[in-house]
């Protein structure tokens, strides 16, 4: 090792991470299918109890209905573009059993909201159950898999805090 090495001060790496406190008057927009609606209706509060309970106030989160999943990326993207949401969080359900398009729709809606989170720039939560049979959808919809609608929300929330942790770092 060089003297100078020797003598460098001793440094830590920094780390950035997002949290799960929201911040004040940070707003969300759930897009949520009528398609499959006794599932994605456990989806929605299951997002909307996580969102609460981790700060948010009710009234800066807007429940966006879209008729299927199929809709979920234009509506996410309309959303992203009005600017007037932190995150976005994107809820459905499309069940293998219940149409031959299921690889169509399943395909489509991961990729659009994918699209559409890295061209706005805007995080969307991806919460859209793609699943072989309505008991796995029910397992993931607050019964014995957790409820995939509050991990989505809870990963939105943790991308719109790490976003502020990052711009803070920039300056
Ligand atoms: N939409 C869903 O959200 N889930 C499904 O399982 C589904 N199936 O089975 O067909 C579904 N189809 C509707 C689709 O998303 C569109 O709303 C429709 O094709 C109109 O554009």
Same mark, same amino acid.
Request: charged share 20%; proline share 4%.
């Given at each position: 090792m060089s003297e100078k090495a020797a003598q460098a001060p001793v440094t830590s790496p920094r780390t950035l991470e997002g949290g799960l406190v929201a911040p004040k008057g940070a707003r969300f927009a759930l897009v949520a299918t009528r398609f499959n609606d006794f599932i994605v209706a456990r989806l929605v509060e299951g997002a909307l109890d996580a969102l609460v309970r981790h700060g948010v106030a009710p009234g800066d989160v807007t429940i966006v209905k879209v008729p299927g999943a199929w809709e979920?990326? +234009?509506?996410?993207?309309?959303?992203? $573009?009005?600017?007037?949401?932190?995150?976005?969080v994107a809820l459905g359900c499309v069940i293998r059993g219940s149409t031959p398009h299921f690889e169509h729709v399943?395909?489509?809606? =991961?990729?659009g909201v994918a699209q559409v989170s890295l061209a =706005?720039?805007?995080? /969307?939560?991806?919460? /859209? +159950?793609?699943?072989? =049979?309505?008991?796995?959808?029910v397992e993931?919809?607050?019964? $014995?898999?957790?409820? $995939?609608?509050?991990?989505?929300?809870l990963a939105a929330l943790e991308m719109v805090t790490l976003g502020r942790a990052i711009e803070r770092a920039a300056r």
């Open positions: 979920i990326p +234009l509506v996410c993207a309309r959303l992203a $573009k009005a600017g007037t949401y932190d995150a976005i399943a395909n489509e809606v =991961s990729k =706005s720039g805007v995080p /969307v939560g991806f919460g /859209v +159950l793609t699943t072989d =049979s309505i008991e796995q959808a993931r919809a607050g019964t $014995k898999m957790g409820n $995939k609608g509050a991990d989505a929300a």
